[in-house]
């Protein structure tokens, strides 16, 4: 059973940062981490949950929407099952929980319009971001 824990979460101050971690295990027979997109999602108290950021299965294609765009930076290490979301000059309205979704993909292009969520198989549990000084 696929499997993804969120690390990394905590309180920092405005225009400060944070490395979120997502660790994948429990593949499939024949499958592997290289085979899944990795999305990003948050949801702030009140909102309904958002999809900001996503990554290819080989890492050379990511997306992101504009409010995180130039301060956010996905990236993946493929021998450690790993994906990594640099979060830079953060703001309050960053605060929320954060998830990280696995989604079978080949494809060497993606964007956050391909995938509905409810595509995705698996979900992490989630970390709490709070910016607030």
């Known amino acids: 059973q696929l499997q993804l824990v969120e690390s990394g979460g905590g309180l920092v101050q405005p225009g400060g940062s944070l490395r979120l971690s997502c660790a994948v295990s429990?593949?499939?027979?024949?499958?592997?981490?290289?085979?899944?997109?990795i999305g990003w999602f948050r949801q702030a108290p009140g909102k309904e949950r958002e999809g900001f950021s996503v990554i290819s299965s080989s890492g050379s294609s990511t997306d992101y929407v504009d409010s995180v765009k130039g301060r956010f930076t996905l990236s993946r290490d493929n021998a450690k099952d790993t994906v990594y979301l640099q979060m830079n000059s953060l703001k309050p309205e960053d605060t929320a929980v954060y998830y990280c979704?696995?989604?079978?993909?080949?494809?060497?292009?993606?964007?956050?319009?391909?995938?509905?969520?409810?595509?995705?198989?698996?979900w992490g549990q989630g970390t709490q971001v709070t910016v607030s000084s």
């Open positions: 979704a696995a989604v079978t993909s080949v494809l060497t292009k993606v964007t956050l319009a391909q995938y509905d969520p409810s595509e995705y198989e698996a």
């Open positions: 429990g593949f499939s027979a024949g499958f592997k981490f290289d085979y899944y997109a």
